[in-house]
């Protein structure tokens, strides 16, 4: 394998592979989210399964996260990468791609990370809130019917005549 499937242009050999046998090799938050990516991609079910927290009862859910493991991934971004509250705590934000039904889809998550007794565990994550996009954009200019007073549609907040009117 040349590149690591995380995304590193290291070679998994020494990238996720030395996390995959040996979990205490993770040494920070992202190091272990890559890893658990790279498993996903390599189907490596007792790697995702055990690096979960204890707390999140994995074991007991394995075989959806089998049914997750075995999807087609295709690409891992790191957007951001932060300590928590303190050195025991960490977050790491990506997109991580996946292809189903000739149809590529992006999972985006801000996942929570928590090191006890010095190995990092997945604990939670959270989903963006997608914006609500106002309908108007979507409609020609030609056929808008924005009163003076309506909101404008750029999102400023200012009524339409004294933004964009």
């Known amino acids: 394998m040349s590149h690591c499937p995380c995304g590193n242009a290291t070679q998994y050999e020494v990238c996720c592979q030395p996390i995959h046998h ?4 993770a040494h920070t938050p992202e190091q272990l989210m890559r890893a ?13 399964v055990n690096t979960y927290h204890s707390s999140c009862h994995a074991a007991e859910q394995r075989d959806a996260i089998a049914e997750s493991v075995d999807s087609d991934w295709v690409e891992l971004e790191v957007l951001e990468s932060s300590f928590g509250a303190d ?3 960490g977050y790491v934000t990506f997109k991580a ?13 801000r996942s929570r990370f928590v ?3 010095g190995l990092w565990f997945y604990i939670d994550g959270e989903y ?4 609500q996009q106002d309908q108007r954009l979507s409609q020609s200019v030609e056929s ?6 309506d909101p404008c ?6 009524k339409f005549k004294k933004c964009c009117g």
């Open 22 to 25: 040996n979990h205490s090799e």
């Open 36 to 48: 658990r990516y790279s498993a996903h991609v390599l189907g490596l079910v007792d790697f995702v």
């Open 87 to 89: 050195e025991n705590e």
């Open 97 to 109: 791609f996946f292809n189903q039904d000739d149809t590529q889809y992006c999972l985006e998550e």
């Open 115 to 117: 090191r006890e007794d």
């Open 128 to 131: 963006p809130i997608e914006e």
């Open 144 to 149: 808008l019917k924005i009163g003076r007073n």
């Open 153 to 158: 549609i750029c999102g400023s907040g200012k």
